[in-house]
């Protein structure tokens, strides 16, 4: 017999089933691709904008249908702490693990630190698992030498969309001797895989350009006072300053730097490039410094206008150049699992990597080829400064880094 | 610079640091004093005060590097701003102290200890969720006052450190010398028992001293923000861990201890740095603990407290 109430039921059940019927026909393969970034702490604001980026291409493929057969889905972790406060190593382990033991991921688009990428790359590795960093630049990752630490079951599986600190830190030294002219330099970093390497890599090339190093130390990304060595940099007489670091003790330095070293030249690399820092920061105290990334300029490229605009629709923020090598490691993997789904071979993960390492990309950045060590094989620096720009929002990247130019590399 | 220059430079830096150190040691002295428990909650009370008083500043339009204000309105605007951080930390620590350690009054072991620990945690993360993860801008409504002393430079905003310091350190001791409160509260941390025998009632004085330390750190978690012109969920750790150390090395439940302890190692942060390198900074801090803690066991000021068993 039925009642009111069971008809009530009745009603809803078909309702339901009617609309999951309605989905079962487009039931495509899901695919997985992994995205990893340091979305807590000092480094959330830049992470944000380059999840977005991969996340951008991931939805356009799908809206598309590009990768007939099968619909992208995005695992997306953060591998920073809140104990950190920045990007955490061994939740970078976990991650890559959550990674590889899933076994619909194919390929991962990450990480945004060095010092998470040093943790992920030999798990990665023992999973088969290839991950295409848009901004991660520690040179050791992908160097030969370190291959049995990085890479222990052999392929390459650690791609970039940009170059190394091999090239940015040098090519930055060769900036600063000759087109600023420093004569008298003092060099920190943030105690970091990737600020270490940095400033390493920028200390040897200065010292052969004739710029007088006056000391090297480490800041304490935990620390709040830097007023010490700065005073101590002051007293030297330094007419200008390098940081090799990312953003949690960047702030903390230029804020202290701008009131006790007012006057000297100041640069950092790309882990100084970003609304991080516009916000964290802020002006006057942002204003003049350097700093440079490791891809070339884009975000003022009037072809990108269009693809600007629409990532700025939709997540509510300008993109930063790192949006855009986001956007093209995403790409390179869309377009390797769309190869091989439209070849009708089976989309794995040693196929993807495969595809990853031998095919040539079209990206927004242009076309991307790799070495047999998985980094790109066009080696371009991008050098801004920070100028005021009172008419635009003060954390808008693109308004506030004016591009000054493809830093010389000899 | 000279060196004399550069020592005199160094020396302002390291009493500016050291004095903040002092006003967060407060709280954990105070309360260990009468308890003999390390709040570590203590941490994160500062972390709040220095975003409550964020919010009052952004109340009055003082965000940024605006200089909006000047004269009599600012220093009034900056006051209020003090007084409702010292009031709302002081509040936070009562609450803290009524919902997680009364409770466990009487229990014997670490289990307070360990809640406080917890409770630090729970603070952490609330502000993360609620206030998001990035590093926020402080305003920085001071004008760019500077006195030269030879080729050191002392900044308006060093001395409102001292003053502010000072005045609530010398407050604290005049409240702890001569109110009946603060009797109260030095009969209790001599002898529970027979300060209660005596009518003194404990749970209030025990009160108090989470109210007057908790408020002493959110004045260190406003002058931290206008001195660095940052703030952000994790400065609780290092600034905490440093005061904690402070209030260790001067004699834990001393009250002149802990601000001499913050002195010494807000000193030896700035000096080593110049003379060592940075990186050493917290080895030298730590290995200075350990000696001093070889050869005095109960810190530089503290006497070792007779057995109350």
């Given at each position: 017999m039925i009642t009111r109430r069971s008809a009530v039921g009745l009603f809803a059940g078909t309702a339901i089933a009617t609309t999951l019927g309605g989905h079962a026909y487009a039931a495509d393969k899901v695919i997985k691709i992994g995205i990893n970034f340091s979305l807590t702490g000092g480094d959330a604001e830049s992470a944000a904008r380059m999840r977005d980026g991969a996340l951008m291409a991931i939805d356009e493929a799908n809206a598309k249908g590009t990768v007939k057969g099968y619909k992208l889905e995005a695992v997306v972790l953060d591998d920073a702490t809140a104990t950190a406060g920045q990007y955490d190593p061994a939740q970078a382990a976990t991650n890559a693990r959550k990674f590889v033991s899933d076994k619909l991921v194919v390929g991962a688009v990450g990480p945004q630190m060095?010092?998470?990428?040093?943790?992920?790359?030999?798990?990665?590795?023992?999973?088969?698992?290839?991950?295409?960093?848009?901004?991660?630049?520690?040179?050791?990752?992908?160097?030969?030498?370190?291959?049995?630490?990085?890479?222990?079951?052999?392929?390459?599986?650690?791609?970039?969309?940009?170059?190394?600190?091999?090239?940015?830190?040098?090519?930055?030294?060769?900036?600063?001797?000759?087109?600023?002219?420093?004569?008298?330099?003092?060099?920190?970093?943030?105690?970091?895989?990737?600020?270490?390497?940095?400033?390493?890599?920028?200390?040897?090339?200065?010292?052969?350009?004739?710029?007088?190093?006056?000391?090297?130390?480490?800041?304490?990304?935990?620390?709040?006072?830097?007023?010490?060595?700065?005073?101590?940099?002051?007293?030297?007489?330094?007419?200008?300053?390098?940081?090799?670091?990312?953003?949690?003790?960047?702030?903390?330095?230029?804020?202290?730097?701008?009131?006790?070293?007012?006057n000297i030249k100041k640069a950092g690399g790309d882990g100084l490039y970003g609304g991080d820092l516009l916000k964290g920061a802020g002006f006057p105290a942002m204003d003049g410094w350097y700093a440079t990334i490791a891809a070339p300029h884009m975000t003022e490229d009037t072809k990108l206008s269009t693809w600007m605009a629409a990532f700025k629709k939709k997540y509510g923020a300008a993109p930063e150049d790192y949006s855009i090598t986001s956007y093209d490691a995403a790409t390179i993997i869309i377009e390797c699992i769309r190869a091989l789904a439209a070849a009708g071979k089976p989309v794995t993960r040693e196929a993807v990597r495969d595809a990853i390492q031998v095919g040539k990309f079209k990206t927004l950045q242009g076309e991307i080829t790799y070495d047999t060590n998985g980094d790109v094989n066009s080696k371009i620096v991008s050098v801004f400064q920070v100028k005021q720009d009172d008419k635009q929002p003060l954390d808008d990247v693109a308004a506030q880094f004016k591009y000054i130019g493809v830093a010389p590399q000899s | 610079m000279t060196a004399t220059d550069l020592l005199v430079q160094q020396i302002i830096n390291g009493v500016s640091l050291g004095a903040m150190y002092a006003l967060i040691a407060l709280g954990f002295t105070l309360v260990y004093g009468i308890m003999e428990l390390i709040n570590f909650s203590h941490f994160n009370v500062f972390m709040v005060g220095s975003y409550i008083a964020l919010y009052v500043l952004e109340a009055f339009g003082i965000s940024g590097q605006s200089t909006l204000m000047s004269g009599w309105p600012l220093v009034g605007v900056l006051v209020v701003a003090l007084l409702v951080a010292m009031v709302g930390c002081g509040f936070l620590g009562v609450v803290i102290e009524r919902l997680s350690l009364r409770p466990l009054r009487g229990v014997k072991g670490p289990s307070a200890m360990i809640t406080t620990i917890g409770v630090s945690y729970i603070l952490f993360n609330l502000v993360l969720l609620f206030l998001g993860t990035d590093t926020k801008n402080y305003p920085n409504p001071l004008p760019?006052?500077?006195?030269?002393?030879?080729?050191?430079?002392?900044?308006?905003?060093?001395?409102?450190?001292?003053?502010?310091?000072?005045?609530?350190?010398?407050?604290?001791?005049?409240?702890?010398?001569?109110?009946?409160?603060?009797?109260?509260?030095?009969?209790?941390?001599?002898?529970?028992?027979?300060?209660?025998?005596?009518?003194?009632?404990?749970?209030?004085?025990?009160?108090?001293?989470?109210?007057?330390?908790?408020?002493?750190?959110?004045?260190?978690?406003?002058?931290?923000?206008?001195?660095?012109?940052?703030?952000?969920?994790?400065?609780?750790?290092?600034?905490?861990?440093?005061?904690?150390?402070?209030?260790?090395?001067?004699?834990?439940?001393?009250?002149?201890?802990?601000?001499?302890?913050?002195m010494i190692i807000g000193l030896i942060e700035t000096l080593s740095g110049q003379v060592v390198a940075v990186r050493w900074t917290d080895v030298i801090i730590f290995s200075l603990l350990v000696l001093v803690l070889v050869f005095r066991p109960a810190g530089l000021l503290g006497r070792v407290a007779p057995n109350k068993s």
């Open positions: 060095s010092g998470a990428g040093k943790a992920m790359a030999p798990i990665l590795s023992q999973g088969g698992l290839a991950i295409i960093t848009p901004a991660s630049t520690n040179p050791d990752l992908t160097d030969p030498k370190f291959a049995a630490q990085y890479r222990p079951a052999g392929k390459p599986v650690y791609f970039r969309t940009v170059t190394t600190d091999a090239y940015q830190g040098p090519n930055m030294a060769d900036f600063m001797a000759t087109k600023l002219g420093v004569k008298a330099i003092y060099i920190l970093d943030d105690q970091g895989a990737y600020g270490v390497g940095m400033a390493d890599a920028f200390q040897k090339r200065i010292a052969e350009k004739g710029v007088k190093v006056l000391g090297r130390d480490q800041l304490d990304p935990k620390a709040a006072d830097y007023s010490a060595i700065l005073t101590k940099i002051k007293s030297m007489n330094a007419d200008s300053l390098y940081y090799g670091g990312v953003g949690t003790a960047g702030v903390k330095l230029v804020k202290q730097s701008y009131d006790i070293l007012p | 760019p006052l500077t006195f030269a002393i030879g080729g050191a430079v002392l900044r308006l905003r060093e001395i409102l450190i001292w003053v502010i310091s000072l005045a609530l350190m010398a407050g604290l001791y005049v409240f702890t010398r001569r109110s009946k409160m603060g009797k109260a509260m030095r009969a209790t941390a001599q002898d529970p028992d027979a300060a209660r025998m005596m009518g003194v009632e404990v749970d209030r004085v025990i009160m108090t001293a989470f109210f007057l330390g908790s408020a002493l750190a959110g004045a260190g978690g406003m002058i931290f923000g206008l001195y660095y012109n940052f703030t952000s969920f994790v400065i609780g750790y290092s600034a905490g861990l440093r005061a904690f150390t402070a209030a260790v090395l001067g004699g834990i439940g001393n009250v002149p201890g802990a601000m001499l302890g913050g």
